[in-house]
Structure formats: structure tokens, C-alpha cells
């Protein structure tokens, strides 16, 4: 049963242009969202969280949306950059978890052409 | 200030062998988490540790799999009598709270079992 999902396994964008990672989830105790960045051969890298309280969060380049009612959140990337290729993860933790487990998809593979 | 530390990055060993991975968490960090990835697949939880005890084990396989975080010392994640499907990479992550904190991973140690 896949709590998370990354429906795409793959995106290709052009350099300059904006890149839209989607995830979905169906715990509707998660309360906390994060997005990961990962190269090969190394551990994930954090790149930014939402809290279920707020329905944007922005850093730079990276914006991530939280719709809750959509149980959807997405990672914008503008303007994408030959260097943001990787694999992306969303993961989400829930309210009543022990302590912060992450539940993770399955990852997308973004491709940024120069 | 150094980052969360996983040795050895690759391992190899032959079906019924010990597998033992350390994971030094950031300074200042005393939760730890591991997570195993699949070859093409998301990160997959397997347990919490703070300092001299288990938290979650909930993703850990019910035998042959055991970890520990003492007192002094990294945390190490032990794997008895290891077959083909333990091959994998795992990954340990800290944070310096636990619930509600961004968790920071190391590089991961690339298990192969022959």
C-alpha cells in the first residue's frame, strides 16, 4: 500500500524553463512534507518542507504547493538549471508517528537540457 | 561541521555472511533513522533510534535484522546470515529533535550480497 505517490517517473525540461514534480498521498494523518534531491551514488540531499498549516513555502528557486483537500503537493523549480537534474523524492511524516518516520515515493528523475 | 557519516560506502558479502554498518550522526543530533532503497524504488523506513534505545522498529524485517545506537559510538545497523534480496542501499539519517524535525542523510552504504 503506497501512502505516497510519484506518479511520474521521469520529467524532462528545458534549461530556463519551469519544472512541476507532483506527489500525492492518501494518509490523511501526514502533517509535514518534505522534498528531497538526489544524485547518483549519494544520500539524499533536503531541499524543502510544508507544514499541513500552510499551503505554500518558498525558498529561492523551490516553492513547494500543499493541497490538502487534493491530499496533493507539488515542487516548483524556476527557471530550472542543468544542474537541478536528479531524482526527487517527496516524503511526508504523520501527527501521531513515534518520531518523524518518513514515508517516501518512489521518486521522479528530472532531466534539465541545456 | 561534518555531515551525517555512513561507512563503508560499499560492502560485499557472500549469502550467510554478517553485514555491520555504522552510521556517526551530524554533531549535535541524537535520532537516528535508517531506510534501505531498493534498486528503483523510494526510501523504505526501517528504524528509529535515539541514544540507547529503539523508538520504531516497525519497517525492520522481524529476523536477522538488529540495530543499536550506544551511548558512545555511531549506531550500527547489523544484518545476520545475509541472502541476495538484503542487497540494497542503506541509508541513515539524523535530526537533532525528532518529531517534527528535518531529517539530514549520509551518503549510504551500498550493500552487495553475492
Known amino acids: 500500500d503506497q501512502q505516497v505517490k510519484q506518479n511520474s517517473p521521469s520529467l524532462s525540461v528545458q534549461e530556463g524553463r519551469i519544472s512541476i514534480l507532483n506527489c500525492d498521498y492518501t494518509?490523511?494523518?501526514?502533517?509535514?512534507f518534505l522534498w528531497y534531491k538526489k544524485y547518483p551514488a549519494e544520500g539524499p540531499t533536503f531541499l524543502i518542507s510544508?507544514?499541513?498549516?500552510?499551503d505554500k513555502n518558498e525558498d529561492g528557486r523551490f516553492t513547494v504547493f500543499l493541497n490538502k483537500s487534493a491530499k496533493h503537493l507539488s515542487l516548483h523549480i524556476v527557471p530550472s538549471q542543468p544542474g537541478d537534474s536528479a531524482v526527487y523524492f517527496c516524503?511526508?511524516?504523520?501527527?501521531?508517528?513515534?518520531?518523524?518516520?518518513?514515508?517516501f515515493g518512489g521518486g521522479t528523475r528530472l532531466m534539465v537540457k541545456p | 561541521n561534518a555531515g551525517v557519516m555512513q561507512n563503508p560506502r560499499h560492502l560485499v558479502r557472500r549469502r550467510g555472511q554478517e553485514a555491520r554498518l555504522r552510521c556517526s550522526p551530524m554533531?549535535?543530533?541524537?535520532?537516528v533513522y535508517w531506510y534501505r532503497q531498493l534498486p528503483e524504488e523510494g526510501l523504505k523506513f526501517m528504524v528509529y533510534?535515539?541514544?540507547?534505545?529503539?523508538?520504531?522498529e516497525s519497517g525492520m524485517p522481524k529476523e536477522r535484522f538488529s540495530a543499536e545506537f550506544p551511548k558512545e559510538g555511531p549506531s550500527i545497523l547489523r544484518i545476520q546470515q545475509v541472502v541476495r534480496g538484503d542487497s540494497a542501499a542503506y541509508f541513515c539519517?539524523?535530526?537533532?529533535?525528532?518529531?517534527?524535525?528535518?531529517?539530514?542523510f549520509g551518503p549510504g552504504t551500498r550493500l552487495l550480497v553475492l
Open positions: 539519517a539524523s535530526s537533532p529533535l525528532g518529531s517534527k524535525e528535518t531529517q539530514y
Open positions: 494518509n490523511s494523518m501526514f502533517d509535514y
Open positions: 510544508i507544514s499541513s498549516i500552510k
Open positions: 516524503a511526508a511524516s504523520a501527527i501521531l508517528s513515534a518520531g518523524n518516520m518518513l514515508t
Open positions: 554533531k549535535g543530533h541524537s535520532h
Open positions: 533510534l535515539q541514544k540507547e534505545n529503539i523508538i520504531d
